[in-house]
C-alpha cells in the first residue's frame, strides 16, 4: 500500500518530446556541451591568468613563456612611481567628485522626468540621456572647450572630472528612473495630505526609498570614472590618472608593473563584491528573522 | 476633534474635452458621514480629490467651514484622506506612520510618539507600534491609515474605497468600526463607494452619482425608498420594472397600462396622464398573493426557479408577456416548487412611478442584470 501511495507520477513527457533536450542528456551531447563550457571559461578568464601570472615573473616585459623566477618587484615598483600613485590620487579623486556630481545630477532629471506630466517629456529624456550615446571623445573635447572658453578653466582634473560626469549622469538617471517608476504615487499624496511639504516628503518618503539606488549608482559612477579613458584624456589637458597614464606608456613598451596593478585591481573589485554579497545575505536574513 | 462643513458650489471637471463632473453643488453639514455612492468612473474620486486639493476644478469653489480653501495645497487643506492603496509608508514603523502629519508640522519625538500611542490605541494596534505595514493584516493596516489620517486632527476626512480590497467579513466588521469612530471623533466623513450596501449602513445621508452628476441627495431611507430618478432607483437595490403608458392619476398614485397589465404606483414629480412612464418595486415588498388578499396590483406568473438563503427564499417569476420578477420572501416553510404557477401582489404604495424619459433604459438594463445575474446563480443550483 505504503509503496503505491508514495510514487511520485511520472512527469518527464516533455522532455522525451524535446529532441533538443534528448540529444543533450545523450552521451555525445553531454560531452559536447561541457566541450563548449570548458571553451567559454578558458576564453573567460585565460587571459586574466596569464596576466596575473605574469606580474609575478622577474622578466622585464609581460610574459609567462619567458619565466625568470617569482618576484614582487613590480609592486614594489608601483609604490615607488610617482606618476603612478599621482595618477591613482588623481582617479580617486575625480570619481569621488564624479560621484557628488553625477548622483544629484541624475536624480533631478529623474524625478522632474517621472514626476512632471508635460508633452516635452520624451523631448528631455532624449536630451538627457544623449550624453550616454555621444562618442567619449566628442564629450571630452567639448568639455574641455566649453570650461576654457566659458569660463577660462584650463584643461585639467576639473574639468575631466565634469566631462566623466556629464554622461555618468545620465546613467544615474536611468537608475533611478527605474526605480521610481516603481514608486506608489499615492505615497507623495498621502504624504502632502497630512502636511508635509515637498521637501519634507522627499527627506522622509522619497529619499529612503531611493537609498539602495543611490548606493547602487554611487558603486556604477566610480566604476565608470575610474575606468573611463576617451573622455578623460581628451578633457584632462596637461594632468594625468591612472588609465591615462597606463595609456601613455603603452608607446614605450609595456612593464609588468601594468600587470600587478591589474592584479591590485581583480582582488580589490572580488574583495570589494564578497562583502558587498555578504552584507546583503546577511541583510537578507536579519529581515527575514524580523518578520 | 471637531469636524466643519463642507461646501462644493459649482464644481466642474473638465479634461482634454470629456467633462469628469459636471456643475455640483453639494453642502455637508459638519460632523455628517457622508456617502458618495456610484458607479466607477461616475466622478466620485475626482470630487474627493478636487476637495482634498490633489486636482484643481476647471470652475467653482469649495469651502470648508464656510472658509474658501480653492487657494489652499492639499498639504494646507484641514481634511485628511484615507487611499484606496491606504499609502502607508512601507519603510517606517506603525507608530512612525501614525506620527507622520505630526512631525510634518514640527512636534518633537517625544510628543508624537506619545500621540501616535494614543491613536494607536483608538483603534486597538497599541501592541503594533513597532512592526512595519507589511507585517499588518489587512484590516489592521486599515485601522493604521486611518490612525494616521486622524492624528493630523483633520475637520474633515475623505475616505476614497478604502473597504475594497477587505474580505467580506472584515468589511462589514470596518463598516461599524468607522462608523461608531466617525460618531466618537465627530470629524466630518465623505466616503467614496460603489457599494450600496456600504452606504446604506453608514451614512447619516448620500449623495448618488451617475455620470459627473449628483442624481439624489438624501438620507439612505429616502435613497432606498424615494428614489428620484430611474437611474438612483436601478443602481441602490434591485427593482422589478414594468413599463407602460400613464392612464389616470390621482390622489398621489398613477395607473400605468402596459402589455403585462394594469398598476398602480406612487406618482413621481414630473409624470402626468399620457407619458411613457416605468413601474418599479423592489422584490422584498413584492410577494405572493393569496386567494383573498387585497394586495392592489396582482399578476399571475410561472416560478422558474428558487433560491434559499436560509430566512429568506428569493424566487424568480415570469409572467406571459416574458419579464422576470424577482422576489424576497420571508422563509415560511412553504415550498413554491419551480414550474408551479405563482399569483404575484404589491401595494401601491410600495410602488413608484416614474418618466421612462430620462435614464429608463439604463436602469431597465441595470435592473435586468440584476434578475440575470439572480437567474444565473438558480441556474446553477437548480
Known amino acids: ?291 | 476633534m471637531d469636524g466643519k462643513s463642507v461646501e462644493l458650489s459649482g464644481i466642474t471637471m473638465v479634461f482634454d474635452g470629456y467633462t469628469a463632473v459636471h456643475p455640483t453643488d453639494l453642502t455637508i453639514p459638519a460632523g455628517e458621514f457622508h456617502s458618495i455612492l456610484g458607479p466607477s468612473g461616475c466622478g466620485k474620486t475626482t470630487l474627493l480629490r478636487i476637495l482634498s486639493g490633489f486636482q484643481r476644478p476647471s470652475r467653482g469653489h469649495v469651502l470648508i467651514g464656510g472658509e474658501p480653501v480653492d487657494h489652499l495645497p492639499a498639504n494646507r487643506r484641514p481634511t485628511a484622506m484615507i487611499f484606496q492603496s491606504l499609502a502607508l509608508f512601507p519603510r517606517m514603523s506603525v507608530r512612525d506612520n501614525v506620527a507622520f502629519g505630526l512631525e510634518a508640522r514640527g512636534m518633537g519625538r517625544r510628543e508624537r510618539s506619545q500621540k501616535a500611542d494614543e491613536l494607536l490605541a483608538l483603534v486597538a494596534l497599541e501592541a503594533h507600534a513597532d512592526k512595519r505595514p507589511d507585517q499588518l493584516s489587512g484590516g489592521q493596516r486599515q485601522r493604521v491609515a486611518v490612525a494616521r489620517a486622524l492624528a493630523v486632527e483633520p475637520a474633515v476626512l475623505c475616505l476614497d474605497e478604502p473597504l475594497s480590497a477587505l474580505d467580506l467579513k472584515l468589511r462589514q466588521h470596518m463598516r461599524t468600526e468607522l462608523r461608531s469612530l466617525q460618531k466618537r471623533t465627530g470629524v466630518t466623513f465623505i466616503y467614496i463607494t460603489h457599494d450600496q450596501g456600504e452606504a446604506l449602513t453608514m451614512s447619516d445621508r448620500i449623495s448618488v452619482m451617475n455620470k459627473g452628476r449628483i442624481e439624489q441627495v438624501g438620507t439612505p431611507t429616502e435613497i432606498y425608498d424615494a428614489p428620484a430618478t430611474p437611474f438612483v432607483a436601478g443602481f441602490v437595490g434591485e427593482q422589478n420594472v414594468f413599463a407602460g403608458r400613464v392612464t389616470a392619476i390621482e390622489n398621489g398614485f398613477a395607473r400605468l397600462d402596459g402589455p403585462g397589465g394594469t398598476f398602480t404606483g406612487r406618482r413621481m414629480v414630473d409624470v402626468s396622464v399620457g407619458d411613457e412612464a416605468i413601474l418599479m418595486v423592489r422584490p422584498e415588498r413584492t410577494g405572493l398573493a393569496g386567494p383573498d388578499a387585497d394586495d392592489g396590483n396582482r399578476l399571475s406568473a410561472r416560478v422558474e426557479g428558487r433560491e434559499l438563503e436560509g430566512p429568506y427564499l428569493n424566487l424568480v417569476a415570469r409572467d406571459a408577456t416574458g419579464r422576470r420578477i424577482v422576489l424576497h420572501l420571508a422563509n415560511d416553510g412553504r415550498a413554491h416548487p419551480e414550474g408551479g404557477p405563482a399569483v404575484i401582489g404589491f401595494k401601491p404604495e410600495d410602488a413608484i412611478v416614474m418618466t421612462a424619459a430620462r435614464g429608463a433604459a439604463e436602469a431597465a438594463a441595470r435592473v435586468d442584470g440584476a434578475g440575470a445575474d439572480t437567474v444565473g446563480r438558480l441556474g446553477a443550483r437548480g
Open chain 1, 1 to 291: 500500500m505504503s509503496a503505491t501511495v508514495g510514487e511520485p507520477p511520472v512527469l518527464d513527457v516533455g522532455v522525451r518530446a524535446n529532441s533538443g533536450a534528448r540529444f543533450f542528456a545523450s552521451g555525445a551531447g553531454s560531452v559536447l556541451i561541457k566541450l563548449y563550457l570548458g571553451v567559454f571559461f578558458v576564453v573567460l578568464f585565460a587571459p586574466i591568468v596569464i596576466m596575473v601570472a605574469a606580474a609575478f615573473n622577474a622578466y622585464p616585459s609581460p610574459s609567462i613563456t619567458i619565466w625568470q623566477g617569482f618576484t614582487l618587484k613590480w609592486f614594489a615598483a608601483i609604490f615607488n612611481d610617482a606618476r603612478m600613485m599621482t595618477g591613482l590620487m588623481n582617479s580617486l579623486l575625480i570619481a569621488c567628485g564624479v560621484i557628488v556630481i553625477a548622483i544629484p545630477l541624475g536624480l533631478a532629471g529623474a524625478l522632474l522626468l517621472t514626476r512632471l506630466e508635460s508633452r516635452a517629456n520624451g523631448f528631455l529624456y532624449t536630451v538627457l540621456v544623449a550624453p550616454i550615446m555621444i562618442p567619449g571623445i566628442v564629450l571630452g573635447c567639448t568639455s574641455m572647450i566649453f570650461w576654457r572658453d566659458a569660463f577660462g578653466v584650463d584643461a585639467g582634473l576639473f574639468t575631466a572630472m565634469m566631462a566623466q560626469a556629464s554622461f555618468i549622469a545620465s546613467y544615474c538617471l536611468l537608475l533611478f528612473m527605474a526605480r521610481l517608476s516603481r514608486q506608489d504615487r499615492s505615497l507623495d499624496e498621502a504624504a502632502a495630505d497630512l502636511g508635509a511639504t515637498p521637501f519634507f516628503t522627499f527627506r522622509r518618503v522619497t529619499l529612503p526609498f531611493l537609498a539602495p539606488t543611490i548606493a547602487t549608482a554611487s558603486v556604477l559612477a566610480f566604476l565608470q570614472s575610474i575606468e573611463n579613458f576617451p573622455t578623460t584624456f581628451f578633457a584632462i589637458g596637461p594632468d594625468y590618472t591612472l588609465v591615462t597614464e597606463i595609456a601613455s606608456r603603452m608607446r614605450f613598451g609595456l612593464s609588468p608593473m601594468i600587470n600587478a596593478i591589474g592584479v591590485i585591481f581583480i582582488v580589490v573589485t572580488v574583495v570589494a563584491s564578497l562583502i558587498w554579497a555578504s552584507s546583503r545575505v546577511r541583510a537578507e536574513r536579519q529581515a527575514r528573522a524580523g518578520a
